[in-house]
């Protein structure tokens, strides 16, 4: 079966740096996505990964290892506003998004 | 970026009557449409899956008699909710996908549905 497993919840301190991890399993694949979703609030696109390796994008950077079906986030000099729920996401062979539960990122002062 | 809009953005009915959600992309072709569904704390999860002109794909467990879909040109998808009761209210979102299988879902903000 098609399979993605994310931590519930974590929590950071302001300033601090986190990484979120994620390992899939799928049919297929054609790419992971990271988001970010607030509450209430629909998920905002943050990366996308389909060949091994880091990307970075500002404070944000994402890595991917196929072999392992392994994905994390990273987020760097964390602010409060980053309190959201991180949404991992594979896209299998037929471009289909399979979803985690999301990771509930608490950020303290 | 592409964008993606919903409307209405939350709606709240009696029971028994019908909804419909409009998801429009404003400034591309979107050949595939998702429509999500997300209750508290839960992840989403996919109801269905439209192309243009042809029937929508309903995930296992979706009544498609319930939740009727049309996606009758590239930019526009609609997801009626017909004799909505309490229990479907939820978190209604719809994303787009432009030509080329491999670009991403472009996310509409929501539709926030209350069935009273």
């Known amino acids: 079966g098609q399979n993605i497993d994310q931590p519930t919840e974590m929590t950071a301190t302001e300033g601090a740096i986190v990484q979120i991890n994620c390992t899939y399993q799928?049919?297929?694949?054609?790419?992971l996505f990271w988001y970010q979703q607030h509450a209430g609030e629909a998920p905002t696109f943050l990366s996308y990964?389909?060949l091994d390796g880091l990307e970075e994008k500002g404070r944000f950077s994402s890595f991917l290892s196929r072999s392992k079906g392994y994905s994390y986030l990273l987020l760097k000099e964390l602010q409060m506003k980053d309190s959201a729920s991180y949404l991992c996401a594979a896209q299998d062979s037929n471009y289909q998004l399979i979803w985690g539960a999301g990771t509930k990122l608490i950020i303290k002062p | 970026g592409a964008v993606v809009s919903q409307h209405p953005s939350w709606v709240i009915c009696k029971s028994g009557t019908s909804v419909k959600i409009e998801c429009r992309s404003l400034d591309f072709q979107a050949t595939t449409m998702f429509w999500y569904r997300q209750f508290p704390k839960q992840s989403l999860m996919l109801m269905a899956t439209?192309?243009?002109?042809?029937?929508?794909?309903?995930e296992q467990g979706v009544e498609k008699d319930k939740f009727l879909i049309n996606h009758a040109s590239l930019t526009l998808s609609t997801l009626t909710v017909t004799s909505a009761h309490p229990e479907d209210s939820s978190f209604y979102i719809c994303?787009?996908?432009?030509?080329?299988?491999?670009?991403?879902?472009?996310f509409g903000p929501g539709t926030r549905l209350t069935v009273l």
């Open positions: 799928t049919s297929g694949f054609n790419g």
């Open positions: 994303s787009a996908r432009g030509a080329g299988g491999s670009d991403e879902q472009f």
């Open positions: 990964n389909v």
């Open positions: 439209s192309n243009e002109g042809s029937k929508a794909t309903y």
